[in-house]
């Protein structure tokens, strides 16, 4: 069992930068793909960005490209989200999930999301 912890959301005001964390317990992270996702109010959830297992294939959503960073440090365990030029568009609860292999190519743990806030 995977239970993914996400830390580092909070309030900033446009423009500004935040970075989210997002930890295991019970299990390393280090030979799962991760991504990163977030839901507005009333929206649907939306995929914000991915990243492999080594760290070395990344890719984004549209409208988050050249804003958003997805890196990890299987050292530490722990998969980042540097979020800078942050805009109020970008309020949401933000969600890390891994593909672990027990649904397929699906991502199958999730963690209990972060409330990011962007003021303007």
């Known amino acids: 069992q995977v239970q993914l912890v996400e830390s580092g959301g909070g309030l900033v005001q446009a423009g500004g930068s935040l970075r989210l964390d997002c930890a295991p317990s019970?299990?390393?992270?280090?030979?799962?793909?991760m991504g990163w996702f977030r839901q507005a109010p009333g929206k649907e959830r939306e995929f914000v960005a991915s990243?492999?297992?080594?760290?070395?294939?990344?890719y984004y959503g549209n409208s988050v490209k050249g804003r958003f960073t997805i890196s990890r440090d299987n050292a530490k365990n722990t998969v980042y989200l540097q979020m800078n030029s942050l805009k109020p568009e970008d309020t949401a609860v933000y969600y890390c999930?891994?593909?672990?292999?027990?649904?397929?190519?699906?991502?199958?743990?999730w963690g209990q999301g972060t409330q990011v806030t962007v003021s303007s």
């Open positions: 999930a891994a593909i672990t292999g027990s649904a397929g190519n699906e991502y199958d743990y």
């Open positions: 990243i492999n297992w080594s760290g070395r294939s990344t």
């Open positions: 019970g299990r390393t992270l280090s030979s799962y793909a």
